[in-house]
Each structure stands twice: as C-alpha cells, then as structure tokens.
C-alpha cells in the first residue's frame, strides 16, 4: 500500500479547493460576491473536509509498517530523548545502523547534514501528533527522535526496486518529516524518490545546505504561487527574510527566471541578499516594508516565510491576479492540539475560507505552501546549481560533536544563510 503523509494529504485538498475557486470557475464584480456562489464554495469546503475525516478514518485501519531491521553495527547520530530544552538533545555514539535497504530504499553514508529551526521546535514539541502516528504504524517508540532533515553523502546500498541510483554514487536529498530515521547520523535511510545525484561543482558541506530549503522554496514559489521560468520574468517578488534558508535560496530561483526580487532583512544581511541578486533590499530596522512598497507598484507574489503578523500588509500590497503563499501555518499546530482528523477539521476551513474571499473579492491566490522529499524537483535545482544559476549561501560549519554548538547559534536567530553540520571528511 503507498504511503501517504497527512501534509500530502492536506495539501490534495486544498489544490482541489484552489482549482474548484480559481477565476474561470467564478464570474464576479469586483466588490460583488453571489450568495449561490458563497454557498457553492462552502458546500465544496464542507463536502472535501468530511472527506479527509473519511480518508483518515480508514487509513487508521491500515495494516502496520515493518519499522527498518538493523544490522548490529552501531553509529553517531543526533538524538531527541524527550521533549524539552537542549539537554534533550545527545549524540547517541551506539545508534543501531541500518540494515541493507530493502525495494525502493536507498542507504546512504552521510557526509554532511544541515540544520533548521524547525529541529528547534520539534525538540520542544511540535509535530508530536505526526510523530506519534508515524511511530504507531512503524511500531517504534516515540524517542529516541532521530534529527535532520535535509543531507549529502555516498550511497552505501540499494533495494531491489532501486533503479536510478547504485552504490558509490554521490547524492543529496530531504526526509520525509514522518520518516523513521534522521539526516544528523552517519548513515540514515531514504526512499528512491526523495533522492538526487549531487551537483558535481558543489562540495558535500555545500549540497547538504541545499535539500530542505529548496523544496520548502518550491513548494511555495511553484506548486503555490504558480511560477515557472516561464512566466517569471518581469513579475515583481516580495520575499520576507532574505537572509534565511529559504529567503536565499528564494531570491536566486525568482532572479534565475528573470524576476524582480524585493526583499527584508536587518543592517547585517544587506551584503549578503544584494550578493545574492536582490534588486530592492528593505532594512526591517529602518522602514516598514508595507510603507515603503505602498509608494511602488503593486506585487505580483508574496512569500511569508515570517508568520501572520505580517500578513494583512502583504495582502494589501499584491494587484489582482497575484498570488501570496506562506510556509508559516496552523496546521501542524492545531493537529498537536486537537489531534490529526480534528485538527485538519479546525484548521483547513480557516485556509479555505481566506482563499474564497481573496479569490472572490480580489482576484488573489492565497495559499498554505508544503514541503515534499521529492528527487525529480532536485534534480531541476541540481541543473541551475551545476549551470551556475544558484549558489549556496553557508554561513557556519560544525562537526557532529559540537551539533549543540550548532543549534545554540540558530536558536540566537538572524541566520545568514544555512548551518552544516559536517559528519564525515
């Protein structure tokens, strides 16, 4: 039976509800919205919500995981042994490794991994809801909670059903936010699918800056916002944070299919976006961003990689037909709280509600943007990394025995680019 993840699983919906609302399905005035159509997009709201109840309902029926075997060797990895503060956080120097993958898995020797604020989070929490149906189905425990996302390394064996990659080859890729073990060990587990080959000009430190930040970029800029080099270029970008992971890597893929990138950060990181092809750059320390850009022409994209106190402005500022996406939702918040069907029940009519009206009253696409491990948008970005169209932007590099270290530095925030955690030389 394929596996699919409750992220993926919102996100299906919420793309039915962007086609079943989008302009050609709608006639209206600009300030006129027909009551029969309201009520049409609510039926649709309460119709696909119950569906996803349904959906849930019977994968909880599903038979179990296999969880990974083992081989009897042990390694390094980084590991949650509860919930708390740093103390939580150790390297475990006798990590089972895993066993010669079995179908579609690939094992790789990790060189390198990167970090993320959301570890941050996860180490305090969040996403414990996820965590802990992911750990019913493979029947683990819930902790030891391997770390890491996102990686670079050497593939030490495939499965049966591997075809597109053999051992020795050099990769780099993300893991599924559900997946058994973590990107911060010596050797971690991934599926075929959420793999890539490495770009040969990049180093393993600097591929392993790469995985997560990109797709998080995708998923927003492409899948939610719609853009492509093809119709990038001219369009006008606000890009919220520059500086951070995915604001850096933002920049570069908006500029490489000719885009005009405008975006906010502090007095420090102003070198490094203007580096990075910023074509306006907003110190948040001495102009508002909303008040500056309410004097330009109007946005063609937002993305909100900030949260909801920056929302309401960013909206007014977008013209008709342009799109805003954010990566900073309620969703994984309201699962831990309510629990995953409820939580989905709480949370997704609040998105849909927000898309209908901005959909209606103004023209505007207005979306939720998800990350996906996902092997065939690497290799896009492989390409322009390889064609010298994006560069990495890393800003610290720690061994694995100074990880804590690593992530007290992240947690002081102001990130100018990405933090690598080096495993292996």
């Not at 425990?141 to 499965?159: A, K």
Request: hydrophobic share 40%; with cysteine.
């Amino acid at each position: 039976m394929a596996e699919v993840s409750f992220s993926e699983l919102a996100s299906f919906f919420t793309a039915v509800w962007e086609h079943l609302t989008s302009p050609g399905q709608f006639s209206v005035g600009q300030y006129e919205v027909d009551k029969q159509q309201v009520f049409l997009g609510a039926s649709v709201a309460v119709t696909t919500t119950l569906l996803a109840v349904c959906v849930q309902l019977w994968r909880r029926k599903a038979r179990a995981v296999e969880p990974h075997p083992t081989t009897g060797r042990k390694m390094k990895a980084v590991v949650f042994t509860s919930y708390g503060g740093p103390e939580v956080m150790t390297v475990d120097e006798d990590y089972p490794v895993p066993a010669p993958p079995a179908e579609d898995n690939v094992l790789i020797r990790v060189k390198a991994a990167s970090i993320n604020v959301l570890d941050l989070r996860i180490r305090e929490g969040y996403m414990n809801a996820l965590y802990r149906s992911s750990r019913r189905k493979t029947k683990l425990p819930l902790f030891p909670i391997m770390v890491g996302r996102d990686f670079s390394g050497i593939v030490e064996d495939v499965g049966s059903k591997v075809a597109k990659f053999k051992p020795g080859d050099e990769v780099w890729g993300a893991l599924g936010l559900d997946h058994s073990y973590g990107s911060l060990a010596e050797y971690t587990i991934c599926k075929e699918a959420a793999l890539s080959h490495k770009p040969t000009n990049l180093t393993f430190v600097e591929a392993a800056s790469f995985p997560h930040v990109a797709l998080t970029s995708w998923g927003a800029l492409v899948t939610s916002a719609g853009m492509n080099k093809e119709t990038t270029a001219g369009k006008r970008v606000l890009v919220h944070a520059g500086t951070g992971g995915v604001g850096t890597f933002s920049i570069q893929l908006v500029k490489a299919w000719g885009g005009h990138v405008i975006t906010t950060c502090s007095t420090s990181g102003v070198e490094l976006v203007k580096s990075l092809g910023a074509d306006d750059i907003i110190d948040y320390k001495l102009e508002n961003f909303a008040t500056r850009l309410s004097e330009e022409p109007k946005l063609d994209v937002v993305l909100n990689t900030l949260g909801p106190h920056v929302e309401a402005e960013s909206l007014a500022l977008l013209k008709r037909g342009g799109a805003y996406a954010t990566i900073v939702t309620p969703v994984v918040n309201s699962m831990d709280n309510y629990g995953i069907v409820l939580g989905l029940l709480f949370a997704l009519p609040q998105k849909w509600k927000t898309s209908l009206y901005q959909r209606l009253v103004y023209g505007r696409r207005f979306a939720w943007a998800f990350a996906y491990a996902n092997g065939e948008i690497l290799d896009l970005v492989r390409q322009m990394v390889e064609d010298g169209k994006i560069k990495p932007a890393v800003e610290n590099v720690f061994s694995l025995t100074d990880v804590h270290k690593a992530y007290e530095h992240l947690a002081r925030g102001h990130a100018r680019g990405k933090t690598v955690i080096k495993i292996a030389d």
